[in-house]
């Protein structure tokens, strides 16, 4: 555990009127990121099937 998530350990979970409520923009900012962190691994528990996407690049200068 780092010191920052030692620090974070008693935020609430996200809800939207965080603000309303006197928690700071840091605090906000790290429950949604946490909620959105659980919510991408509940939907990885699912293990969909993606298919791998490579995508290539060329730069061409003009002379």
């Known amino acids: 555990m780092t010191l920052y998530e ?3 350990r008693k935020v609430p979970e996200y ?3 965080m603000y309303l409520d ?3 923009p ?3 900012l790290f429950a ?3 909620s959105m962190m659980q919510s991408l691994a509940n ?3 699912i293990n969909y099937n ?3 996407i490579k995508i290539g ?3 061409r200068v003009k002379k």
Do not use: P
């Open 6 to 8: 030692y620090q974070m």
């Open 15 to 17: 809800y939207h009127g």
């Open 22 to 24: 006197g928690v700071t």
């Open 26 to 28: 840091e605090e906000i």
């Open 32 to 34: 949604h990121r946490r």
């Open 43 to 45: 939907e990885q528990s």
């Open 50 to 52: 993606f298919a791998e």
């Open 57 to 59: 690049s060329e730069v």
